[in-house]
């Protein structure tokens, strides 16, 4: 199975601040990389697919790139809405298999 | 609009069947995959397993010997059995579903399964 490294496992930021979490896979995965946002006590959602594409209805505050096995996602002038952890999912390969998570909060 | 909602028991005793139950509506269960993840409580996710949309199942390989998905397009339903339950399968038990080569893209609310006795 493909193994997803994400980090850091937890950020503090204040609002109006720029992030990014990192996400490393153990292969090549060609870009076939997701990342989900999950609110707390809500069930995940798809903000980022194909690496670099956003989803219908995400701000476009949020950002992906990288390739090969790096990725990471960028979230600019944070909000309080965005306080969440953050998975990334690499579907190259089956089984898809997701990160650790990333929990962002307030500073 | 596309909705997924689980549901099942909560409370299962150790050694003892889960049942859960997806019911989608929106789309079509022959035009789209239904997966099934779950997350241990404030742990990450888990992919369990997936019947396409063409009626087949693949599930993880640390659940298959436990693990058993099927369908009932008629109603629009997809279930989950898994047996030999133990305390560390307790978690949240999510459906969602994607398009061949997806990801993804809608996800049902969670069902909380408990191991207890």
């Known amino acids: 199975d493909i193994q997803m490294t994400q980090s850091p496992a937890s950020l503090s930021a204040s609002l109006g601040e720029t992030v990014t979490i990192e996400c490393l896979a153990s292969?090549?995965?060609?870009?076939?990389l997701a990342w989900y946002q999950q609110k707390p006590g809500k069930s995940p959602q798809l903000l980022i697919y194909?690496?670099?594409s956003l989803n219908d209805g995400v701000p476009s505050r949020f950002s992906g790139s990288g390739s090969g096995t790096q990725y990471s996602l960028k979230i600019n002038s944070l909000q309080s809405e965005d306080v969440s952890i953050y998975f990334c999912?690499?579907?190259?390969?089956?089984?898809?298999?997701f990160g650790g998570g990333t929990k962002l909060e307030l500073k | 609009q596309v909705q997924l909602k689980e549901s099942g028991p909560g409370l299962v005793q150790p050694s003892q069947t889960l049942s859960l139950t997806c019911t989608v509506s929106?789309?079509?269960?022959?035009?789209?995959?239904v997966h099934w993840v779950r997350q241990p409580p404030g742990k990450g996710l888990e992919w369990m397993g997936v019947?396409?949309?063409?009626?087949?199942?693949d599930y993880n390989s640390a659940l298959k010997p436990r693990l058993s998905i099927s369908r009932d397009t008629s109603k629009s339903q997809v279930f989950l059995t898994m047996n030999s339950l133990q305390t560390e399968d307790t978690g949240i038990y999510y459906c969602?579903?994607?398009?061949?080569?997806?990801?993804?893209?809608?996800w049902g609310p969670g069902t909380m399964v408990t191991v207890s006795s």
């Open positions: 292969e090549d995965i060609y870009s076939n």
């Open positions: 999912q690499q579907n190259y390969d089956s089984p898809p298999t």
């Open positions: 194909y690496a670099n």
């Open positions: 019947i396409w949309s063409g009626g087949n199942t």
């Open positions: 929106g789309f079509s269960l022959t035009s789209y995959n």
């Open positions: 969602n579903r994607n398009w061949d080569g997806g990801y993804f893209d809608f």
